[in-house]
């Protein structure tokens, strides 16, 4: 950003013709950097347009100087981006007094963003300090930052992206939900974020499940019945992305269990083969445990009945999965992830963390499903 006889001009905004037309006349005309001393426009090796101080020249703002060609292509970029999505733009706007000095700022609605880019080295408070600043004059802030800073702006807590690499594209590490970071375009990010779809949650529901059964032999009976569990589940978001999710513990003795969600549709996939027949859910006394629970009983008898205790030792388990309709309750940890999200005929994602979620059955089973692989930190 500069000052032509007075008025700002925007580099990043100026067309080609208005480009060659600033650098042919400015040696006659008044060209200020945003610091008041005399400047110059060039265009770099990559076609950026931009302004630089004129040779010889000093100014008495130390990030006028302190500023890289990397960084100061970052703002144009982010502008650039910030206008295609619709938001008034301007690259370098102070306060009064310079309480604060955005890299871009953008506004739309009443709303204003700060993009700010931090290219050298930060720490954490200085990360703090300024979001705090920018929080204190109604402005939300966004970092994009160098890989030097990641640990910094992540101690600092301050939303961030971390760049890829040092030089052009200036792809930034972007998760999608339930996916580890990975290279996303600056434009696509500064795009997702000013459309309000970089999220904080992920809305999830379960669209199949792994079942483990086994058949045995009731104790009282001597007839054998099938009993089987949920092992594992496979998970889909609003926007349409998928994981996979272990079960990471299976509760003893409890009052209530999961399995009753979908024992219709248990019984519907391993009711039609040679196995035996399923083993209900019921309740049973257990002397051993001591207290009455929701256990696996036998299909011929209302005597007999599996013990978790037993079910614990077993190694003869098989599996098979099948799709599933039911609301199954998952852990919290899976909802709780930062994600550039997509509206891909659905909708995205709801942050209201009721979503996703069906009905408590025990707390136990709310911890008893997490994803398989956990996402990396690399953020």
């Not at 920018?134 to 800073?149: L, P, S, T």
């Not at 939900?177 to 795009?191: D, E, I, N, R």
């Not at 040679?274 to 006394?285: D, E, F, N, Q, V």
């Not at 051993?288 to 005597?303: D, P, V």
Request: with cysteine; net charge positive.
């Amino acid at each position: 950003m500069a000052f032509l006889d007075g008025e700002r001009i925007e580099s990043y905004l100026a067309n080609d013709e208005c480009w060659d037309l600033v650098k042919s006349t400015y040696r006659s005309r008044s060209l200020l950097m945003r610091c008041g001393v005399p400047g110059i426009p060039r265009t770099s090796r990559r076609g950026l347009k931009h302004f630089a101080h004129k040779a010889g020249v000093q100014c008495g703002l130390i990030d006028c100087w302190n500023e890289s060609p990397q960084h100061r292509m970052l703002k144009a970029l982010i502008a650039q981006a910030a206008r295609d999505a619709g938001w008034q733009v301007s690259v370098e706007w102070s306060t009064e007094g310079r309480a604060w000095t955005a890299d871009v700022l953008a506004e739309r609605d009443g709303r204003r963003f700060a993009l700010e880019v931090q290219w050298s080295r930060q720490d954490a408070a200085e990360f703090r300090g300024r979001q705090e600043r920018y929080a204190a004059g109604g402005v939300e802030c966004f970092w994009y930052v160098h890989r030097r800073n990641k640990d910094e702006a992540r101690r600092a807590n301050v939303p961030h992206v971390v760049f890829e690499g040092d030089d052009a594209p200036f792809d930034v590490l972007a998760e999608k939900a339930f996916q580890q970071a990975t290279a996303t375009s600056l434009h696509a990010h500064v795009t997702a974020l000013l459309s309000g779809l970089y999220l904080d949650r992920v809305e999830a529901r379960v669209t199949s499940v792994t079942i483990h059964f086994l058949s045995d032999a009731c104790w009282a009976c001597k007839r054998p019945s099938t009993i089987w569990r949920i092992s594992a589940a496979s998970l889909r978001s609003r926007c349409q992305e998928t994981t996979d999710a272990a079960r990471t513990d299976f509760p003893l003795w409890p009052a209530k269990r999961i399995e009753t969600l979908i024992a219709a549709d248990v019984a519907t996939v391993l009711g039609k083969g040679s196995l035996p027949p399923l083993a209900p859910l019921r309740m049973h006394h257990s002397k051993k445990a001591g207290k009455t629970y929701l256990a696996s009983g036998c299909a011929h008898c209302r005597i007999g009945f599996f013990g978790d205790g037993f079910l614990e030792l077993e190694t003869r388990w098989k599996s098979v999965t099948i799709p599933v309709t039911a609301r199954i309750p998952l852990a919290e940890d899976l909802f709780a992830q930062v994600h550039l999200c997509a509206d891909k005929g659905f909708g995205p994602c709801s942050q209201d963390p009721s979503e996703g979620r069906s009905r408590r059955l025990t707390g136990t089973f709310l911890a008893s499903i997490s994803a398989a692989s956990r996402r990396a930190q690399t953020q």
